[in-house]
């Protein structure tokens, strides 16, 4: 149970930690600055270096924990396709009734191999950008950076608006929950959460639509311990970038435009990271759940 | 506050001497300046740095920023100096290896970082 809770208090341990140090490098800093002001020039381009040195450290982990997740994911896929596969042709009957089509298996392994290849690359180069523009000053990439960030969310939205309308053609989508129920939650959270907000409401609503379907084959308590399992990368990343887009706040009346514009940017590419997370989390319930499916209707369980 | 005084006593000895012993008086001024800076640093800067340093020993890098402060300070001190004197290419000399010193450290300091960043990058591949 202790490691348990650790697994969630972990991150908001390293965003008080963050919180604390900015503090005190700002004040630091302003120190520095009273006493010797032919400083500043170096003080400014010091900060950013400290702010990277120390911060740096969650950035990185951050990344890390995203290729962990898609090379866990990727093997998983990879794993499971051959006995998907094998059991699509072998329980036809039962695919006839369920709709799930073996096109959705590709889909899902293209998803990964964009995570892999394009979304995580192409946000290490916008963050990369971002630090260029911040640090040399008189350069500017800061359009580039947004550009790239803008196409990487552009391909999440689009691949899981791509999933979801798949996945309802094919009448999988055959037990729904009343919406009137979760509406006032969802809009709170879009509203409050930059950027990946709607995606996050969007992720809930799929799973409002398949929750009956599944707690009637796996029970309640399991449903709910797997979605943990599926999202806890993405809210650890949530913290993460949240954290630093609360830094950005703290730091900007002390210290120029520079510093909080920096930590806003690495904010705002890490939601981006934080909604490929979801992306695969969402991919990663979906197999999950086909799996599960299949295996109960393999033994003879009825609805 | 008592530097204060030091620095006026220092004062009123110079004058005497650029009036009695002008050709000396430049060795002299060279000579209190180096008192004065040693009573400076010893005696109120030291202290001070030891004071904010012991609030915040356990945040990192805190030590390498003061100090970084404080060389590039003792540098526009010499380059005064020199200036003084009526060197000021060796008062610049004074602040360029000052600069190369701070870029040293830091640049190596920074260098960690961006080896781990490109590590990442590796994993990914």
């Given at each position: 149970?202790?490691e348990?809770l ?8 390293i965003a ?11 004040i ?7 006493f ?17 040195l ?8 951050a ?8 090379n ?9 396709t051959?006995?998907l ?5 072998v329980?036809?009957a ?8 073996p096109i959705?298996?590709a ?9 892999q ?8 180069i ?5 630090f ?9 990439f800061s359009k ?13 939205t ?12 094919a ?5 729904t929950v009343?919406?009137?129920i ?5 809009k ?5 959460i930059?950027?990946v907000?709607?995606?996050?409401v969007?992720?809930?609503s799929?799973f ?5 379907a ?7 308590s ?10 806890y ?5 949530l ?16 210290s120029g435009?520079?510093i909080s514009?920096f930590?806003d ?8 990271l ?6 695969l989390?969402?991919a990663f ?19 | ?13 110079l ?26 640093i010893?005696?109120?800067?030291l202290?001070?740095?030891?004071q904010?340093?012991?609030y ?12 970084s ?9 010499f ?15 004074v ?16 260098a960690?970082v ?9 994993k990914?591949?």
């Amino acid at each position: 149970m202790d490691e348990l809770l650790n697994i969630f208090i972990d991150p908001l341990k390293i965003a008080g930690k963050s919180i604390i140090l900015v503090i005190t490098y700002t004040i630091l800093f302003l120190i520095l600055e009273a006493f010797v002001p032919q400083f500043k020039k170096w003080g400014d381009t010091l900060f950013i270096v400290v702010l990277v040195l120390t911060l740096g450290q969650t950035v990185m982990e951050a990344f890390s924990l995203m290729g962990d997740i898609v090379n866990i994911a990727s093997d998983f896929f990879l794993s499971i396709t051959p006995i998907l596969m094998s059991i699509i042709v072998v329980l036809n009957a039962v695919f006839s009734f369920i709709a799930w089509s073996p096109i959705v298996v590709a889909i899902f392994d293209f998803l990964i191999v964009l995570c892999q290849k394009v979304l995580i690359p192409g946000i290490v180069i916008a963050m990369l950008l971002d630090f260029c523009t911040r640090f040399i000053g008189e350069m500017s990439f800061s359009k580039a950076s947004d550009l790239i960030r803008g196409t990487v969310m552009t391909l999440i939205t689009a691949s899981l608006l791509l999933m979801v309308a798949f996945l309802s053609f094919a009448g999988v989508a055959f037990f729904t929950v009343d919406k009137a129920i979760a509406s006032p939650v969802k809009k709170v959270i879009e509203q409050t959460i930059p950027i990946v907000g709607s995606l996050i409401v969007e992720g809930f609503s799929i799973f409002q639509k398949y929750q009956s379907a599944a707690t009637t084959f796996a029970g309640f308590s399991a449903m709910t311990a797997f979605w943990i399992a599926a999202f806890y990368p993405a809210g650890k990343l949530l913290i993460h970038a949240m954290t630093f887009k609360i830094l950005a706040a703290i730091v900007e009346p002390f210290s120029g435009g520079t510093i909080s514009g920096f930590l806003d940017d690495i904010g705002k590419s890490l939601l981006v990271l934080c909604a490929t997370a979801i992306l695969l989390g969402i991919a990663f319930v979906f197999m999950w759940l086909i799996l599960m499916i299949i295996l109960q209707l393999g033994v003879g369980k009825n609805f | 506050m008592t530097i204060l005084i030091y620095a006026v006593i220092l004062l009123l000895i110079l004058l005497l001497i650029k009036e009695t012993v002008p050709k000396l008086h430049s060795l002299v001024a060279i000579i209190f300046f180096f008192i004065i800076l040693h009573f400076l640093i010893s005696k109120s800067v030291l202290p001070l740095i030891g004071q904010i340093l012991s609030y915040v020993n356990s945040v990192p890098y805190v030590p390498q920023l003061v100090y970084s402060a404080l060389f590039y300070q003792l540098g526009i001190f010499f380059k005064m100096l020199f200036d003084e004197q009526e060197h000021e290419t060796m008062g610049e000399f004074v602040m360029f290896s000052v600069r190369i010193v701070l870029l040293t450290y830091w640049v190596s300091e920074f260098a960690k970082v961006l080896s781990s960043f490109s590590s990442i990058l590796d994993k990914l591949q």
